[in-house]
């Protein structure tokens, strides 16, 4: 039996496959040898992008860089590999009263991810984004020097590495600020909203909430255009919770998480079926506004509570649509997209809306600027270029760009946006994508 | 908790699913041939669950110096040393190969884990617990040398389990089937009959606890092992395993 590192790969939207060759080291000097040896290498960490952002000819897996390095627990900073996924951090810190900065919707990505994508989560228009909060990480270049960037050493590097989607080297190992938190539970507040007016509005409101974020039902039409429900929390504090949940207020109790056991039939997801969906999710709140308190997996990963939930959106895949759109037209720009989606039937099971801050302008390879953000999930189906055409065209109109860590088919004058990551060894099959479609 | 072959994933996915349920080790010596990966694994454990941990030079290629061993002292062995080899037919007749992998999989393996029995064995408790292989059921041609060094490796555990009975010493017998681990990186491997070394760990720390004599980390692989036994030798010699 001679090895044989060529296997299927595909990230979290199962599209596309490819068939390359995939290696993982956990040795600086085996994972130089492999970047010396090979041409177009690209990282990939938990393959929970969406699109082609982490596939190239040669990839570099950082699942066995998973080890934890330090944690200073007075000042709540941890060194660890960047294979860790945020869920294996948080393992260990909110235990210790310590949480992540900023966090996406999954806790089932990878530090070296992290970076790369320079995640942002509903707390962007308060406390920014991912890379905030490094404050240093240890970087392999092109010839397998290993480098640590910070804001003070090799900060051209730094920067173009954070949102630079694996496009400088490989990231190997970082170091981060957590939050300091009382309890793993947020206080939290869903109100519900008719329109589009009504949902802009509240955002507006809630600014000085920690954590906002709303769901669409997008395949309301008319009046009901932009019917959602926003959510916004803060962590809670001892105080503040039940008797029972006070004890031991920084501990979870094991929670049972099914497993979608195999890839759902084509039929089950259809214009009907979403709709259903969307129309009981929204009913399923009764009342106008609900306080209450949930606890942190509920509130920032209701979606991680089902494994393997890609699986529901069949074998051919999904994809996720993620713009943003500059602030002052963000509500007309959101108006004319979700008019789109209602018109196309071809409805997303899982519509968000969120607002983000100012950007940070030294993280220039960074997706995030002020505005509105709409994130879509969409089935693959021979109908969905169209679509998704559309959506660009409108999307170009108002200045807007897509999030590359969800791109697979978007047109590229959206998705060229990254600077200074111009390099002959590090190429993905996104990047390649992008410059041949100029 | 004494960890012979400490960069094995199996052994360190052991350890953390040990400390993970409670656990807790006055030390984890950790013995290896590879000190920058284990020194990785000792900080790992060491932020994660604030274990402490030693780490031991231990080559099996070379002599041994058992003064080093002198200071170790546990009730729980783990013995995750394995070499694959080469199993083709270069490798066969190559000597340094079939050296290596008898040296590593048995004959130097055997010397050390008895010096540490011997320990358990006067302080009547511990656990030894030993992976060996569904490679060592019986002899096929894909990697005999290896299958006759984890046969021989199986032979001396369930002796051993034999003696150290009465003297209150339990031994438990591993036997992995495929794993999907650095050993098999590469090799096409039938992902249904393969476990993660997480898997693993779960399936041995339960049988650990249970103080099970041999098992299986997939089931199946119980049942595979034992028509694979049963083939009779007239037509298991024909066939291309």
Request: hydrophobic content about 35%; aromatic content about 12%.
């Amino acid at each position: 039996m001679k090895p044989n590192f060529t296997q299927k790969v595909t990230n979290w939207g199962n599209f596309p496959i490819v068939e390359k060759e995939m290696r993982s080291e956990d040795s600086f000097k085996k994972i130089k040898e492999f970047v010396l040896s090979h041409n177009e290498v690209i990282a990939r960490g938990n393959g929970r992008c969406y699109g082609d952002a982490s596939l190239g000819e040669n990839i570099f897996s950082s699942k066995k860089l998973n080890k934890f390095i330090s944690f200073d627990r007075i000042n709540g900073i941890i060194e660890c590999e960047s294979g860790v996924l945020l869920s294996e951090v948080l393992e260990i810190s909110v235990p210790q009263g310590y949480f992540l900065y900023v966090t996406p919707g999954t806790k089932f990505i990878s530090i070296g991810g992290a970076i790369a994508s320079d995640v942002h989560g509903k707390n962007h228009h308060s406390e920014g984004c991912f890379s905030e909060y490094v404050t240093e990480f240890k970087l392999m270049t092109e010839n397998g020097d290993v480098i640590t960037c910070s804001r003070e050493h090799n900060t051209d590097k730094f920067w173009s590495t954070i949102g630079g989607m694996g496009l400088t080297g490989i990231i190997l190992s970082a170091k981060f600020k957590l939050k300091n938190i009382e309890t793993a539970y947020i206080r939290q507040e869903s109100i519900k909203a008719d329109n589009l007016d009504e949902i802009f509005r509240l955002f507006e409101e809630s600014e000085s909430w920690t954590y906002t974020v709303a769901w669409i039902d997008c395949l309301q039409k008319g009046q009901n255009i932009g019917r959602s429900i926003l959510m916004r929390g803060e962590h809670a504090f001892r105080h503040e919770l039940a008797e029972n949940e006070a004890k031991s207020p920084l501990v979870l109790k094991k929670k049972f998480s099914p497993t979608v056991p195999f890839y759902f039939p084509n039929f089950v997801l259809n214009a009907l079926t979403v709709k259903l969906f969307n129309f009981l999710y929204y009913k399923k709140q009764s009342k106008k506004e609900i306080k209450n308190f949930v606890d942190y997996e509920t509130f920032f990963y209701p979606l991680d509570f089902v494994n393997d939930w890609n699986k529901i959106y069949g074998k051919s895949g999904f994809i996720q649509y993620q713009m943003v759109i500059p602030k002052e037209t963000g509500k007309e720009g959101m108006k004319r997209i979700l008019e789109t989606i209602a018109n196309s039937g071809n409805g997303s099971f899982l519509a968000v809306l969120k607002l983000f801050g100012e950007n940070n302008t030294d993280a220039y390879n960074s997706f995030p600027f002020e505005g509105y953000t709409l994130a879509l999930d969409f089935k693959v189906n021979s109908k969905l270029k169209q679509l998704v055409d559309q959506l660009d065209h409108i999307v170009q109109e108002f200045g807007g760009r897509i999030y590359l860590t969800k791109d697979s088919m978007s047109r590229s004058s959206l998705t060229d946006y990254l600077k200074n990551v111009n390099s002959s060894k590090f190429v993905s099959l996104q990047h390649k994508r992008i410059l041949n479609n100029k | 908790m004494i960890v012979l072959g400490s960069t094995s994933e199996i052994a360190q996915a052991f350890v953390e699913k040990a400390l993970q349920e409670g656990e807790r080790f006055e030390r984890i010596y950790l013995f290896t041939s590879n000190k920058e990966t284990t020194e990785r694994f000792a900080r790992h454990i060491d932020v994660k669950f604030l274990q402490q941990s030693e780490i031991i030079e231990l080559d099996l290629t070379k002599e041994i110096n058992y003064q080093n061993f002198d200071s170790v002292n546990s009730s729980l062995l783990f013995c995750a040393t394995g070499y694959l080899g080469d199993g083709t037919e270069e490798g066969l007749y190559d000597n340094k190969n079939t050296e290596k992998i008898i040296d590593i999989n048995y004959s130097k393996l055997v010397p050390v884990i008895n010096y540490f029995a011997q320990k358990f064995e006067s302080r009547r408790s511990g656990t030894i617990i030993g992976l060996s292989s569904v490679a060592g059921d019986r002899g096929r041609q894909s990697n005999f040398i290896y299958g006759s060094a984890k046969a021989a490796f199986t032979a001396y555990l369930s002796g051993l389990r034999n003696y150290l009975f009465e003297k209150k010493v339990h031994v438990l017998t591993v036997k992995p089937g495929f794993m999907a681990t650095k050993m098999t990186e590469g090799l096409p491997l039938n992902p249904k009959l393969t476990a993660n070394p997480k898997q693993a760990a779960e399936c041995i720390y339960k049988a650990f606890k249970k103080q099970k004599n041999v098992t299986y980390v997939l089931p199946i692989w119980g049942v595979i092992m034992m028509i694979i036994r049963n083939i009779p030798e007239f037509i298991f010699k024909k066939l291309k395993l």
